[in-house]
């Protein structure tokens, strides 16, 4: 069982940073494919960036550029950098952890929001 914690969303204006983490406990966190994902109000969950145990990154072209995914394993945290964000980018960011046996697990979500 894997249990995760995120923090640092908050309101932000229009070309602000904002830094989420997202802390996990009970597994191998060393072995798990991280991932954040976010929901915006009345549309369905996106994957936004994942980053793989040997620190791979993957981003959707949305925040290609603006955003960077890392870990600190010996911290059992992944991190979301968002630079010079956008309205758009308003949602509630959810990370994820995925092993290869399959298993998946999600944290509660930290709210981000970006005024113009």
């Known amino acids: 069982q894997v249990h995760l914690v995120e923090s640092g969303g908050g309101l932000v204006q229009a070309g602000g940073s904002l830094r989420l983490s997202c802390a996990a406990s009970?597994?191998?966190?060393?072995?798990?494919?991280m991932a954040w994902y976010r929901q915006a109000p009345g549309k369905q969950r996106e994957w936004v960036a994942d980053?793989?145990?040997?620190?791979?990154?993957n981003y959707a072209e949305s925040v290609k550029g603006r955003f960077t995914i890392s870990r600190d394993n010996y911290k059992n945290t992944v991190y979301l950098q968002m630079n010079s964000l956008k309205p758009e980018d308003t949602g509630a960011y959810s990370c994820?952890?995925?092993?290869?046996?399959?298993?998946?697990?999600w944290g509660q979500g930290t709210q981000v929001t970006v005024s113009s």
């Open positions: 994820n952890a995925r092993y290869l046996s399959g298993a998946n697990y």
């Open positions: 009970g597994s191998i966190f060393s072995m798990s494919t």
């Open positions: 980053i793989t145990n040997s620190g791979r990154t």
